[in-house]
């Protein structure tokens, strides 16, 4: 393999963190992204949880697959374990994502444990707000990781209602 391709689904869309060759529009299917992982470093605590994203099982998920050199690909996943899997909530995978131009490429894939205690599962709307609405980590306020989130699938053109709900009641609140 001379290149490998890492899957972005949430905060790895607008703040990948590590150098890429590109980044291309993907569809991955067989998983959706879900806000259902308690976030207890990053933008929550054990004491005061906050909410990210997790890819679950079933459904499609439209995100970002970023190129990454074979040069580099051991400082990438040293850095995305480190950010990725501090808890040890996702599983790493390998699966095939379809770019935007139809070439489908092996992407690593950071998909939620179910057995984990941080697996929040299906919340509904409102429970997610009132997790969120207040909750900080050390990456910063929960509201801005989702109201984030939420503008970049807009950009990209990706319909996610209960999301843009969600981010438009944390944006009232801030």
């Not at 005061?48 to 074979?70: K, M």
């Amino acid at each position: 393999m001379s290149d490998f391709w890492v899957f972005g689904y949430g905060s790895l869309m607008w703040n990948p963190g590590f150098v890429h060759l590109r980044a291309e529009p993907a569809l991955l299917r067989g998983a959706h992204r879900s806000l259902c992982v308690y976030s207890w470093v990053h933008r929550g605590t054990q004491d005061r949880p906050g909410l990210v994203f997790g890819l679950d099982n079933g459904g499609t998920c439209r995100g970002i697959a970023y190129q990454v050199s074979e040069e580099i690909w051991p400082q990438t996943l040293a850095y995305l374990r480190e950010r990725e899997q501090i808890t040890m909530v996702y599983k790493e995978n390998w699966h095939q994502v379809e770019l935007g131009g139809g070439e489908e490429v092996k992407s690593l894939v950071y998909m939620v444990d179910h057995e984990h205690p941080q697996y929040a599962g299906a919340l509904p709307l409102e429970d997610q707000l009132a997790i969120a609405r207040d909750a900080v980590g050390k990456s910063g306020r929960n509201p801005e990781y989702i109201i984030n989130t939420a503008a970049h699938l807009a950009e990209m053109g990706i319909a996610d209602a209960d999301l843009s709900w969600l981010a438009e009641q944390l944006r009232d609140g801030i």
